[in-house]
């Protein structure tokens, strides 16, 4: 199965707002909702975005997703100290594996 | 409140079966499918399988031919056994309500392979 492509790594200052992309292909993003998930340490991954675009309830509008063709976008305004954590983004592969699929992951660092 | 508490043995040998289950309280448990996901040492999240209340199954076709997904719906739970394990298998597995996305989680449980 492959993995969706993201930046290993993104760095901003508090306040500041930054992007974390997310590439995959047609059998996956591209015919398929874009998820994406937080995790911090010794914690259970959280949901903050789903169907590509849609926050769960008690999630910030700080908070905020948007795709395109095979790729998809997390934007975080307002960066808080809090939000350094590992940012993964997930969906379907439609191909012939099909099943889930997920990001190799971006650490968020506020500086 | 949907809530996920997973359990299972976390300290095993190469060539062991590793053997988690889920229980699930809250919510319509026979409406979704229910996963098992892990996070390795230093790589990213990896969706393992998935089943619902009928045993329909997935499996990430990298890991099939090792893994078993059952479920007793009568008691809430769902299962996942994975022969034959190896170091590369080392991580935190969790167990996930699956709607297109996984908005429910366990807790995690930290399993280590080592001799």
């Known amino acids: 199965q492959s993995v969706l492509t993201q930046p290993p790594s993104v760095s901003a200052a508090p306040g500041q707002k930054v992007t974390i992309s997310c590439s995959g292909s047609s059998s996956d993003i591209g015919n398929n909702y874009v998820s994406w998930y937080q995790l911090l340490p010794g914690t259970a991954p959280k949901l903050l975005i789903y169907d590509n675009n849609k926050r769960p309830s008690g999630i910030p509008d700080r908070f905020s997703g948007s795709k395109s063709g095979t790729s998809a976008t997390l934007a975080i305004t307002g960066l808080q100290t809090g939000d350094e954590a590992d940012y993964y983004c997930g969906t379907w592969d439609s191909s012939l594996s099909a099943g889930g699929i997920f990001g190799g992951g971006t650490k968020l660092t506020v500086l | 409140q949907v809530q996920l508490q997973q359990w299972g043995a976390g300290l095993l040998k190469p060539s062991e079966t590793l053997s988690l289950s889920c229980a699930v309280s809250g919510g319509a448990f026979s409406a979704y499918f229910w996963s098992w996901v892990r996070q390795s040492p230093g790589k990213g999240l990896e969706w393992i399988a998935e089943i619902n209340h009928n045993g329909v199954t997935n499996y990430n076709p990298s890991l099939k031919s090792r893994l078993t997904a059952s479920v007793d719906t009568s008691k809430r739970q769902f299962s996942l056994n994975l022969t034959s394990v190896i170091a590369s298998d080392t991580g935190i597995y969790y167990c996930?309500?699956?709607?297109?996305?996984?908005?429910?989680w366990g807790q995690g449980t930290l399993v280590t392979v080592s001799s």
């Open positions: 996930a309500r699956s709607v297109g996305y996984f908005d429910y």
